[in-house]
C-alpha cells in the first residue's frame, strides 16, 4: 500500500513540477530572445537567435527548477489535500514522517534529474551555444574571432593573442622567471594545441637573459609540454556557467596549484550543489504548507505562496553569492545559507503539525 501511495505522489508532484518548468522556461526563453535581438550584428541574426536560446534552455532548466519544484509541489499537494486525500492518508494511519520519507523520495528523483542537467546536458549545450553565437558575430572579421587570454604555468606565463575553438592561438608570448627575476622571453608566430596535448610553436624567438649578457635562440618549430592543455585552457576561457561540476574541480585545482585567485570558481561550484540539494527540500517544504492555512485554499493561493517563497530563495541565493565573491566571504558559507534557511524552515514546520 505504502509504495502505491508513493508513487502517486510522485507522479503528482512530478507532473506539477514539469508543468511549472515548462511555463518558467517559456518565459525565461522567451526574455533571453527579446534580449539577444538587440545584439545581432553579422551573420548571427534572428535564425541563430532562436538556436541559441534553444541551447541555453537545459541550463536555465537547472537553474529554475528548485522553484519549480517548490512550486509543482504546492500545486500538486494543495490539489490532494484540497480532495482530502491526504486526510485518508493520515487517517489510514500514515504518520508525517512517512509522508514526509514519501515526498522527499520524489524529490530525491528531482534532485538525480537536477544533477544530471546540471553536469552533463546543460552546460555544454551552454559553451556551445556561446561559441557558435561567437563564430556568427565574427565570422567575416578575423581579427575579432577569438579571445585573448593569459595564463600560469608554474613558473612561466603564456599570452595568447588570439584563441579560437580549435586551439589555434596565432602569436604566442612566453615569460619565463626564476623567482622573481625574468629569466628569458619568447614569442611564437604561430601557435596551437595538437591532439596529444601537445604546444606546437612555430618561428619561435627566445631571449634568454643571462649575467653575462643576452642570448637569442631562433627554431622554426618547437614541441613543447605545459601543464595548461586543452581542456583546462577551455576552462580557463569560458564562463563558470559553461562549466561541468568536474570541470569546475580541475580548474579549480589548477588555479589553488598555480597561487591564481580560485573564489570565482568555487563559489559557482558550491552554489551549484546547494541548488541540486534545495530541490530535494522543497517538496517537503511544500508538504508542511499544505498541512496548514493552504489545505483549504485555492489554487491561486498555493501559486503566490510558491512564488513568493521560490523569489525570495533566488534572490537571496544570487545576492549571497555575488557578494561572497566582492567581500571574499567563506564560498561554502554564502552558498548553502539559503539551503540552510529552507532546510530549518521545513523541519520547524514539519514539528509543529499534529
Do not use: C
Not at 135 to 150: F, I, K, T, V
Not at 230 to 237: A, K
Amino acid at each position: 500500500m505504502t509504495g502505491i501511495l508513493s508513487q502517486y505522489m510522485m507522479r503528482t508532484i512530478l507532473s506539477s513540477t514539469a508543468l511549472v518548468l515548462i511555463v518558467l522556461l517559456g518565459l525565461a526563453g522567451l526574455f533571453e530572445f527579446i534580449a539577444e535581438l538587440d545584439d545581432t550584428r553579422g551573420d548571427y541574426q534572428t535564425a541563430q537567435v532562436v538556436l541559441y536560446t534553444l541551447l541555453r534552455l537545459p541550463n536555465l532548466a537547472f537553474e529554475m527548477l528548485p522553484v519549480a519544484a517548490l512550486i509543482g509541489s504546492l500545486l500538486g499537494l494543495g490539489a490532494l489535500a484540497g480532495n482530502s486525500e491526504i486526510i485518508v492518508m493520515r487517517s489510514a494511519g500514515l504518520s508525517v514522517r512517512e509522508l514526509s520519507g514519501m515526498v522527499a523520495f520524489s524529490g530525491g528523483v528531482l534532485l538525480l534529474l537536477t544533477g544530471l542537467l546540471g553536469e552533463f546536458i546543460g552546460p555544454p549545450l551552454d559553451f556551445f551555444a556561446r561559441n557558435m553565437r561567437m563564430e556568427y558575430r565574427y565570422q567575416q572579421d578575423d581579427d575579432r574571432l577569438g579571445d585573448e587570454a593569459w595564463v600560469k604555468d608554474g613558473s612561466t606565463y603564456l599570452h595568447l593573442q588570439k584563441v579560437s575553438p580549435e586551439f589555434e592561438f596565432g602569436s604566442l608570448y612566453l615569460y619565463k622567471f626564476d623567482g622573481d627575476q625574468l629569466e628569458s622571453i619568447s614569442v611564437a608566430e604561430n601557435s596551437g594545441i595538437d591532439e596529444n596535448d601537445n604546444w606546437i610553436l612555430e618561428n619561435l624567438r627566445e631571449t634568454h637573459f643571462r649575467q653575462n649578457g643576452v642570448q637569442v635562440v631562433a627554431t622554426s618549430r618547437s614541441v613543447e609540454s605545459f601543464e595548461v592543455n586543452s581542456d583546462l585552457l577551455g576552462s580557463s576561457l569560458a564562463k563558470p556557467l559553461s562549466l561541468s561540476a568536474r570541470e569546475l574541480l580541475g580548474y579549480i585545482d589548477y588555479l589553488k596549484r598555480n597561487e591564481l585567485d580560485a573564489s570565482k570558481y568555487e563559489t559557482e561550484f558550491w552554489f551549484r550543489v546547494a541548488r541540486t540539494a534545495t530541490v530535494l527540500i522543497m517538496p517537503v517544504l511544500a508538504l508542511a504548507f499544505v498541512f496548514g492555512s493552504l489545505r483549504s485554499g485555492g489554487a491561486g493561493g498555493r501559486l503566490m505562496i510558491g512564488v513568493v517563497i521560490g523569489l525570495a530563495y533566488y534572490l537571496a541565493s544570487e545576492t549571497l553569492a555575488n557578494s561572497g565573491q566582492v567581500f571574499n566571504l567563506n564560498a561554502v558559507m554564502v552558498t548553502w545559507l539559503p539551503t540552510a534557511a529552507l532546510a530549518g524552515v521545513t523541519l520547524f514546520a514539519l514539528s509543529r503539525i499534529r
